[in-house]
């Protein structure tokens, strides 16, 4: 009976099928698949990577005017949103589950270098919040991971370039609505900081967009649209009047003019690296000139005074550190920061905070993380010819020269995050 129902069902009798054809046969599709194509993906992520920056969080805290250190619901209004970001990103992920395994095998290093510092709670003067923070930032970086891998270098560059659209936008309605806001960062006065508290803050997710906006327009180089918007991204990172920005800015383009001057040269890798020495040893040379001529002095506004700090703390438990996010809650800090006279709730140095967290095994197993990526970083620059995956070859450099002045990574800060899993990334194969 039931072969007689497929046989009408088809059209045909089994007398009326031709000898030896099969019976066609129904696909078993499940009845909810989610199909999302990779805009749909980078869309996604630069909205993540947009929310996760803490966008207009300031005026929660303070309002249109000073700092405010305790506000109710400021914290609550901040869970809401992260465990809605934290919602969305389980579900990208189960959309990408066949991605997972390719994108996170590859990266036991950084594996390895969490579960250290998921172990050091142990020894953290805050465990619980040491634990949470960790899995956090984990999860976060596993995340970028994964879709760097499903939309590949472009689809990343784009996402990233999007992302400082939407960021230029907000900061556009701010300076109409809130110029005393916008332009009023109370050391910094005159400078932008649109939607964000500190200047720097826009400057940094800024110069991501720069770089990828620049090597977009490399591959299109006639496309209006990206032209145009590279061009605001641009002039709001100009605004915002931080000399790290500028740095980035000058990397990209000079990265972006080099690449293509000896785009097929077989000695590319090698006159990369003898220019890159030539010019960091310039640099040293007259980096009180440049300081100067950038606005800083000589302490980077205050970034080596706080590192001198650090570093006698650092000397007191060298092997192992602090724990996941223990000094920073401690007593220490507390007078550390007096002394400063200025609220220091990071090291401005991802390097000195991998050895506050872990000690000297903590910064080993972090620099093995970089030195991977730098390695593919360097392969990329000596021989690849596609501006997407050299444009992400250089956001890598981007996010290197940020740790170097910012705590921009083992911080739970979702921005940075999923920025540091797109950058390792690199080290994955099939992200090509």
């Given at each position: 009976m039931d072969a007689d129902l497929v046989a009408a069902a088809d059209g045909m009798s089994d007398v009326a099928r031709p000898p030896g054809a099969c019976a066609p046969t129904v696909p078993l599709t499940p009845p909810f698949t989610l199909r999302l194509g990779p805009g749909v993906y980078a869309v996604a992520l630069a909205l993540l990577i947009f929310l996760g920056s803490d966008p207009v969080y300031p005026l929660l805290?303070?309002?249109?005017?000073?700092?405010?250190?305790?506000?109710?619901?400021?914290?609550?209004?901040?869970?809401?949103?992260?465990?809605?970001?934290?919602?969305?990103?389980?579900?990208?992920?189960?959309?990408?589950?066949?991605?997972?395994?390719?994108?996170?095998?590859?990266?036991?290093?950084?594996?390895?270098?969490?579960?250290?510092?998921?172990?050091?709670?142990?020894?953290?003067?805050?465990?619980?919040?040491?634990?949470?923070?960790?899995?956090?930032?984990?999860?976060?970086?596993?995340?970028?991971?994964?879709?760097?891998?499903?939309i590949g270098p472009e689809g990343v560059l784009?996402?990233?370039?999007?992302?400082?659209?939407?960021?230029?936008?907000?900061?556009?309605?701010?300076?109409?609505?809130?110029?005393?806001?916008?332009?009023?960062?109370?050391?910094?006065?005159?400078?932008?900081?649109?939607?964000?508290?500190?200047?720097?803050?826009?400057?940094?997710?800024l110069s991501y967009g720069v770089c990828a906006g620049v090597f977009l327009a490399a591959r299109r180089p006639t496309h209006a649209p990206t032209l145009a918007g590279l061009a605001v991204i641009l002039a709001l990172s100009i605004l915002s009047v931080s000399s790290i920005a500028l740095l980035q800015t000058a990397i990209a383009f000079a990265m972006l003019g080099y690449l293509l001057a000896l785009r097929r040269s077989r000695n590319r890798g090698l006159l990369l690296a003898a220019l890159s020495l030539a010019t960091l040893?310039?640099?040293?040379?007259?980096?009180?000139?440049?300081?100067?001529?950038?606005?800083?002095?000589?302490?980077?506004?205050?970034?080596?005074?706080?590192?001198?700090?650090l570093w006698t703390f650092i000397e007191r438990r060298p092997v192992f550190g602090y724990g996941y996010r223990g000094f920073w809650n401690s007593s220490q800090a507390d007078g550390m920061r007096a002394f400063l006279g200025w609220p220091a709730h990071?090291?401005?140095?991802?390097?000195?905070?991998?050895?506050?967290?872990?000690?000297?095994?903590?910064?080993?197993?972090?620099?093995?993380?970089?030195?991977?990526?730098?390695?593919?970083?360097?392969?990329?620059?000596?021989?690849?010819?596609?501006?997407?995956?050299?444009?992400?070859?250089?956001?890598?450099?981007?996010?290197?020269?940020?740790?170097?002045?910012?705590?921009?990574?083992?911080?739970?800060?979702?921005?940075?995050a999923i920025v540091t899993g797109l950058v390792f990334a690199l080290r994955t194969p099939q992200f090509r």
């Open positions: 805290m303070r309002g249109p005017s000073e700092w405010v250190d305790e506000v109710p619901g400021l914290e609550g209004a901040r869970r809401l949103v992260w465990f809605s970001m934290y919602a969305v990103m389980i579900g990208l992920l189960v959309a990408m589950r066949r991605w997972i395994v390719p994108a996170l095998a590859p990266q036991w290093p950084v594996a390895l270098a969490l579960a250290y510092f998921l172990l050091s709670a142990l020894w953290s003067s805050a465990p619980g919040g040491a634990v949470i923070g960790i899995v956090q930032y984990g999860f976060t970086v596993a995340f970028g991971m994964v879709i760097a891998v499903r784009k996402a990233l370039f999007l992302a400082s659209l939407v960021c230029a936008a907000a900061t556009a309605v701010f300076v109409a609505l809130l110029p005393a806001y916008a332009f009023g960062m109370h050391y910094n006065t005159g400078a932008l900081r649109g939607v964000y508290l500190e200047k720097n803050h826009l400057a940094a997710f040893a310039a640099l040293v040379m007259t980096l009180p000139a440049v300081l100067a001529a950038l606005g800083e002095d000589m302490t980077l506004n205050g970034r080596t005074e706080l590192w001198g700090r990071g090291a401005h140095n991802v390097w000195l905070q991998a050895l506050l967290f872990g000690g000297a095994i903590g910064l080993t197993l972090w620099v093995a993380c970089y030195v991977r990526v730098l390695g593919r970083i360097g392969a990329i620059l000596s021989r690849e010819r596609d501006f997407a995956v050299l444009g992400m070859a250089v956001v890598g450099v981007v996010n290197l020269v940020w740790s170097l002045f910012e705590t921009t990574q083992l911080a739970h800060f979702t921005q940075h």
